[in-house]
């Protein structure tokens, strides 16, 4: 095929997300941004999240690793790799605040724990995994209110519901005594 040109096809310039948002730990040494909105977003109840976080579940976001940037601090990021699943988890060295948590089987992706983020993420927090390791203890939206004498303090509280003067057993008006 003599005299055919191929055509020259240019490559196309990379879409510059729309917004980001920036998260920090908690004494501030490190600085991540991450584009919005984040792909997902979950509680995480399984045993190894509860106890990197210190508490009855983990609330992450997911992210195209991509649209990840470290920002600041990378000199105090320390990484923690868990032999069993080669999954990976970093954390600030100053203040121990969790900052990725990189699951080997899906190299593309960073999750990132949504406490991080000041603003919004750009997605709701729908799905739970590891729910059949959530704890009989964990707090599930009872309703509270405050604790008299302990300002900042709720306790849960129990819903009792009153009895009716009309439905007590006894009518003070039907034997004449009120």
Aim: aromatic letters at 10%; hydrophobic letters at 35%; proline letters at 5%.
């Amino acid at each position: 095929m003599a005299g055919v040109k191929k055509a020259v096809t240019k490559a196309k310039p990379k879409l510059k997300a729309a917004a980001s948002i920036r998260g920090a730990c908690l004494c501030g040494a490190v600085e991540i941004e991450v584009d919005v909105p984040v792909f997902w977003a979950w509680h995480d109840h399984t045993v190894a999240s509860r106890r990197v976080h210190g508490a009855a579940y983990a609330t992450y976001v997911g992210t195209y690793r991509s649209k990840f940037r470290l920002t600041r601090g990378e000199d105090v990021v320390s990484r923690f790799e868990e032999e069993a699943t080669g999954n990976a988890r970093s954390f600030c060295s100053r203040c121990g605040t969790p900052l990725t948590y990189e699951r080997k089987r899906s190299p593309k992706w960073v999750n990132l724990p949504r406490a991080l983020f000041a603003g919004r993420t750009g997605r709701e927090t729908k799905y739970h995994i590891g729910h059949e390791q959530l704890r009989d203890w964990a707090y599930l939206g009872a309703p509270v209110g405050p604790l008299k004498g302990y300002p900042g303090v709720m306790v849960e509280r129990t819903r009792k519901k009153k009895v009716a003067e009309s439905d007590s057993l006894f009518d003070p008006e039907m034997f004449g005594t009120k």
